[in-house]
């Protein structure tokens, strides 16, 4: 049976990043959720069991629950730290954290930390939302096995394009603090040209040579195994003579190449090559402006049922350090966004 377009890119991005992976491939997000009641450890073990249950790629999960003193605590900034702190327990899964906060009960966060090639920012977005869903529902909102026949995905043979994890954290990886500050502001939603026009004007100011945009590859409605990330670059002469729309044109020209050349891979050799490739090709474009455009998911904010169990107020992420260190080079950076009814919040890097 021929492979689907969606079992193929999941395939690729198996076979995208460095192996075996380290802590540095581990990507760190956090919702938060206005709740009547906070949930407890026991509801969100309760709740990922579904997510584990017949998953092809994840065996295990790690679920702890951690309090500050209050959400300004624990910013972007620390992410990092925490995923270096719990590493050990959760390396060959992932982590899963109940966060709460003791100046206010009535917030709780969702923490996540899972290796990259197998989970991307928007993918960790919709699991965060299919788990506040579950524990809201009391019953399964992940439906993993549905999402398998859907989307077509023969199964039995992923296990071969699973990387391997490193147990122990070198000393080059023990990064804590993101090597770049993250401007953080909510602004009216804009239209994406409107939206590419300012990007625009940011990779001009500072002299960048390639917009680096991360664009989700499919939009299968099946969480989680829909939206891996294509990597596609306008070269700065494109950017400096193109409106935000032309810029738009461009890089959905750029995808629809790349998915002919994936449609051509067929064989787990196949996938090895291409999959090496990816980071290698990325660094061979220098003076990298990143930008990352969740678009408008008002959608699972949790306001569709039992809103005052959980409704999401807030969705935080970055890049794993082996990624968002290129964000701190000269004449690079990366702007990321994401809009809840009608808000949208910009996180742009700066560098240090």
Not at 80 to 98: A, H, K, R, T
Not at 294 to 299: A, E, K, L, T, W
Request: with cysteine.
């Amino acid at each position: 049976m021929p492979l689907s377009m969606v079992d193929k890119m999941i395939r690729l991005n198996l076979m995208s990043f460095p192996r075996p992976l380290g802590v540095t491939q581990f990507y760190p997000a956090l919702s938060t959720y206005s709740v009547e009641q906070p949930f407890s450890l026991g509801d969100f073990q309760d709740a990922v069991s579904h997510f584990l249950d017949k998953n092809p790629l994840f065996p295990k999960c790690y679920v702890i629950e951690r309090e500050f003193e209050d959400p300004e605590e624990f910013p972007i900034s620390s992410f990092q730290g925490i995923v270096l702190d719990e590493y050990p327990n959760y390396y060959d899964g992932f982590l899963l954290m109940s966060v709460r906060y003791k100046s206010n009960p009535n917030i709780q966060g969702i923490f996540t930390a899972f290796p990259m090639s197998m989970q991307d920012g928007y993918r960790c977005f919709r699991f965060h939302q299919a788990l506040m869903s579950t524990m809201k529902a009391g019953k399964d909102q992940f439906r993993i096995a549905e999402a398998i026949a859907e989307l077509e995905l023969q199964a039995a043979d992923l296990d071969q394009y699973l990387p391997a994890k490193k147990p122990s954290i070198d000393e080059h990886e023990a990064v804590r603090i993101m090597p770049w500050e993250l401007r953080e502001t909510v602004e009216p939603a804009q239209k994406i040209g409107s939206y590419l026009d300012m990007v625009k004007a940011e990779f001009l100011k500072r002299s960048s040579e390639n917009l680096l945009v991360m664009k989700n590859a499919s939009y299968a409605s099946s969480l989680p195994f829909g939206n891996h990330l294509m990597f596609l670059f306008v070269p700065r002469e494109v950017v400096a003579r193109s409106s935000g729309i032309q810029i738009r044109d461009y890089y959905r020209a750029l995808a629809a190449e790349a998915e002919k050349t994936v449609a051509q891979l067929e064989t787990p050799e196949d996938f090895a090559r291409a999959g090496e490739a990816v980071l290698p090709g990325i660094g061979a474009h220098p003076r990298r402006f990143g930008v990352n455009n969740y678009g408008d998911v008002s959608r699972y904010d949790g306001s569709d049922f039992c809103p005052a169990k959980g409704t999401l107020v807030k969705y935080q992420w970055h890049m794993p350090y082996v990624v968002s260190r290129g964000a701190a080079e000269e004449g690079s950076g990366m702007h990321m966004t994401i809009t809840i009814n009608g808000k949208a919040s910009y996180f742009l890097t700066e560098r240090r």
